[in-house]
């Protein structure tokens, strides 16, 4: 799908965003945390298989990936046109569709070093034991940075300024990351029990996080705590899940994509 122009801009977008020093920051303290929370979860549980430490693994995965992921999409195509140098850029012998997955792919090798740097201290640091439950978080947390990404990427096409984008990028976060599930909890209060706790398990795996975070508890065996609470179990294979990551991934890329196709973006 993308030629060499294509494959250029991939290569030049992942470098690029590599030197961000927003990027390095937070990528950094992801980092330092991830090993923290190993190292943790080695001292106070030495027998520990890796349930412990991969669920608060995967709590830190669920508030900090997203963001490094908004960080690093927020100026895909605004930042562009601020620099003047949209027009220069889509002068080049690709079409709109190529420029969209050149940046979201550019940025999301650039996701896959920060997240993997991460999750490679935290392993290196378990004990023997919890090594196989960290790494199987490995994908999923990747999986996640790239919706956001894909969003970020959207953001990007639709404002005009870095400043809106990176303010919108940043409320977006706090609302699918932490504010969404408060809204939930105050939903289900003010209903007094009336919502299906069917009904509340589906609105929690429409937000990316939540379905990530529902798919990692499953994986480290709560499965069963799940269904009593009410809650959809879906593994990683399952055709529900890949359609719910499918959308969130495909649909904002092909819009950035289509809005740079009927503005005619030139500058």
């Known amino acids: 799908m993308l030629g060499r122009v294509g494959r250029a801009l991939v290569l030049s977008e992942a470098l690029e965003r590599l030197r961000d020093r927003w990027v390095i920051v937070v990528s950094s303290l992801f980092a330092l945390l991830a090993l923290a929370v190993s190292l943790y979860g080695r001292r106070v549980a030495a027998d520990d298989t890796g349930q ?3 669920a608060s693994l995967v709590t830190l995965t669920s508030l900090l990936v997203p963001l490094v992921a908004m960080i690093l999409g927020h100026d895909a195509v ?3 046109r601020e620099r003047n140098t949209l027009g220069l850029l889509l002068s080049l012998p690709v079409n709109r569709l190529e420029v969209a997955l050149a940046k979201f792919l550019g940025r999301l090798l650039a996701l896959v070093v920060a997240v993997g740097g991460g999750f490679a201290l935290a ?3 378990a004990s023997s034991g919890q090594r196989a439950t960290l790494a199987l978080l490995i994908g999923p947390a990747v999986l996640l940075g790239s919706a956001f990404l894909s969003v970020g990427v959207l953001v990007s096409s639709i404002t005009r300024r870095q400043i809106t984008a990176a303010s919108t990028v940043v409320a977006l976060w706090f609302v699918l990351a932490i504010f969404y599930d ?3 909890l105050g939903l289900m209060v003010g209903t007094d029990g009336a ?3 069917q009904t509340i398990g589906y609105l929690v795996i429409v937000n990316p996080v939540g379905l990530f975070r529902l798919q990692m508890l499953d ?3 709560a499965a069963q705590s799940m269904r009593d609470l009410g809650l959809p179990v ?3 294979a399952s055709s529900a899940a890949i359609a719910l990551w ?3 991934v495909i649909l904002p890329i092909g819009g950035a994509a289509l809005l740079l196709k009927q503005r005619g973006d030139r500058g």
């Open 246 to 248: 499918a959308l969130w």
């Open 123 to 125: 392993v290196v640091a």
């Open 78 to 80: 605004v930042g562009e």
């Open 182 to 184: 408060i809204g939930l």
């Open 195 to 197: 919502l299906s706790q």
């Open 234 to 236: 879906f593994g990683a």
């Open 52 to 54: 412990l430490t991969g």
């Open 219 to 221: 994986a480290l065996g």
